[in-house]
């Protein structure tokens, strides 16, 4: 693990803290929403948390490139060693309905991979962080994916109408299903071994899954496309076809039911 990891870890952690304190208050009190495109919400608190993370980040690392939902994208960031990929708020509906599930995710990405990640939900207090090759940790102690090898009867989130839609080849087997608004805070879950997997078989955005995928990784997880390739950063169009998180074992076996599946 190197220095500069563990300083920009220190950073992404005192910065994300700041950012929950905003959050909260848009969650508490009286806020602005509307809709950036059908089914795509924004609200004011996302755009003050982008402000903010924009401001202390980039003003600590000038050097550092910048992805975020809620920013301009432009070609510059391709041609930085280092960029920060940020998500203010992940799961925006349900901190518009006031529901504790969505999260702040920060990642620094170098090389097409993220090297340092900080994920917290301001509601729960959960603050999941990641440094390459040096472990997760949720609150400052140290992580785990479980170690579950079977579909049948694991602890799966994804949607429900997936698992039960007809074009399957064969039927998934029983599963305790569950879920959560934020991308992130899904596979988090799976990283701290409270779920044993996590599938998503819609389009997401590298700023949804960046953290999140070091987190994982580093809890000894595998995250990955429906096909099983792996989910690269820094792209000039910022997007995953799908997700796929879990421990090994289990991750190869919800391979062998997705690995052949043509996404539209």
Request: aromatic content about 6%; charged content about 20%; overall charge neutral.
């Amino acid at each position: 693990m190197r220095a500069i990891d563990v300083t920009d870890l220190e950073l992404l952690i005192a910065a994300v803290r700041e950012a929950g304190g905003i959050a909260k208050s848009g969650y508490d009190g009286v806020q602005k929403s509307w809709e950036k495109s059908k089914g795509n919400p924004v609200t004011e608190t996302d755009l003050a948390v982008d402000r903010f993370l924009k401001e202390r980040l980039c003003g600590a690392r000038p050097g550092y490139g910048w992805l975020s939902e809620e920013s301009t994208d432009t070609p510059a960031r391709l041609n930085k060693a280092r960029l920060f990929v940020v998500d203010p708020i992940d799961g925006t509906l349900a901190f518009i309905k006031r529901k504790p599930e969505f999260t702040i995710c920060v990642a620094v990405v170098e090389t097409g991979a993220p090297v340092c990640a900080v994920v917290l939900n301001p509601m729960t207090q959960e603050l999941f962080t990641a440094v390459a090759g040096g472990g997760a940790r949720l609150n400052g102690q140290g992580i785990a994916v479980s170690a579950r090898a079977q579909v049948e009867g694991c602890r799966m989130l994804v949607a429900s109408d997936v698992i039960a839609h007809p074009a399957w080849p064969k039927p998934w087997p029983a599963m305790e299903i569950g879920k959560r608004s934020s991308i992130a805070y899904r596979m988090t879950l799976v990283a701290n071994g409270t779920y044993d997997g996590m599938m998503a078989l819609s389009t997401k955005s590298e700023w949804d899954t960046a953290a999140a995928t070091l987190i994982v990784q580093e809890a000894g997880g595998v995250v990955s496309g429906h096909n099983g390739a792996p989910l690269a950063y820094n792209q000039p169009k910022p997007l995953h076809r799908s997700v796929v998180c879990a421990g090994p074992a289990l991750h190869a076996a919800i391979l062998e039911r997705t690995g052949s599946l043509k996404l539209p």
